[in-house]
C-alpha cells in the first residue's frame, strides 16, 4: 500500500492567490521529508528540506517567503504555495524519510499538478 | 558538486528486446545511487539502489543495474523490455551523510513498442 500521501493530486488556482499542499507519512514518524519540483520534461530539483519541528532549509534559488514550508507533526507536512503566478505551474513531489529507514527507498508521493491561470 | 548524467533523452527498443538506460556520475566519496520509474502524472516509484556490496543490483519488475567504480556508471537494464516499461526513468545519487537529498538525472524517457 501507499507510504505516502499527497493532496491534492491536481489544483487550479487564480493568479495571486495561494494553494497548500500536503504530505502525509502514512507507515512512519517521518522526521524529514523533501519537496521536489518538477517542470514539464525535466528533473526533479529538490527545493527544500523539511524537518519536524525546526525550519524548512531551502535550496540556493527557492524564496522561502513564496514557498511557506510547516512540518508541525511527524507524519505532515505542508507546502504553501503564496500569491501565486502562472510561472509557479509546475509538478510538485514530496519525499518521506525517518527514523529506521536508513539505507531504505526513499517513498514518493503521487505528486501535485498545480496549474495558475 | 556532485552530478548525474544522463546521456539519453529518449530509448527506442522492442517488446521483447534488451533494454539498457545509461547513468553516469561524477561525486565524490562513495555515494548512493537509485534508479526510479515514472508514469505520467504521478510520483516516483524505486527500481532498485546501490549502497555497498556486490556490484550488480537486482530490482523490481526484473529489473537490475550494475555499478561500474572505474567508469563511475549505473547503467539500468531488463533482458526483456515490457510493452508496460514505457515511462521516464530517473537516475538519482545522494550523499552518505545527506540520506534522501536525492539529486536527479535529467530523465530518459523509454519507449517501447508492440
Known amino acids: 500500500g501507499a507510504v505516502v500521501s499527497q493532496h491534492p493530486s491536481w489544483v487550479i488556482c487564480k493568479s495571486g492567490t495561494s494553494v497548500k499542499i500536503e504530505c502525509r507519512s502514512l507507515?512512519?514518524?517521518?522526521?524529514?521529508m523533501f519537496w521536489y519540483r518538477q517542470f514539464p520534461k525535466q528533473s526533479l530539483m529538490l527545493m527544500a528540506t523539511?524537518?519536524?519541528?525546526?525550519?524548512?532549509?531551502?535550496e540556493q534559488g527557492v524564496e522561502k517567503d513564496k514557498f511557506l514550508i510547516n512540518h508541525a507533526s511527524l507524519t505532515l507536512s505542508t507546502l504553501t504555495v503564496t500569491s501565486a503566478h502562472p510561472e509557479d505551474s509546475s509538478f510538485y513531489i514530496c519525499?518521506?524519510?525517518?527514523?529506521?529507514?536508513?539505507?531504505?527507498?526513499?517513498?514518493f508521493g503521487n505528486g501535485t499538478r498545480l496549474t495558475v491561470t | 558538486a556532485q552530478s548525474v548524467a544522463q546521456p539519453e533523452d529518449q530509448v527506442n527498443v522492442a517488446e521483447g528486446n534488451p533494454l539498457t538506460v545509461k547513468c553516469t556520475y561524477s561525486?565524490?566519496?562513495?555515494?548512493?545511487l537509485f534508479w526510479y520509474v515514472q508514469y505520467p502524472n504521478r510520483g516516483l516509484q524505486f527500481l532498485l539502489k546501490?549502497?555497498?556490496?556486490?556490484?550488480l543490483v537486482k530490482g523490481s519488475y526484473g529489473f537490475e543495474a550494475e555499478f561500474n567504480k572505474s567508469q563511475t556508471s549505473f547503467h539500468l537494464k531488463k533482458p526483456s523490455a515490457l510493452v508496460s516499461d514505457s515511462a521516464l526513468y530517473f537516475c538519482?545519487?545522494?550523499?552518505?551523510?545527506?540520506?534522501?537529498?536525492?539529486?536527479f538525472g535529467a530523465g530518459t524517457q523509454v519507449v517501447v513498442t508492440p
Open positions: 519525499s518521506v524519510y525517518g527514523p529506521g529507514q536508513e539505507n531504505s527507498p526513499l517513498h
Open positions: 507507515d512512519f514518524q517521518a522526521t524529514t
Open positions: 523539511s524537518n519536524e519541528g525546526s525550519k524548512a532549509t531551502y
Open positions: 561525486v565524490s566519496g562513495n555515494p548512493y
Open positions: 546501490y549502497i555497498t556490496g556486490d556490484n
Open positions: 538519482a545519487v545522494s550523499q552518505p551523510d545527506s540520506w534522501g537529498k536525492l539529486q
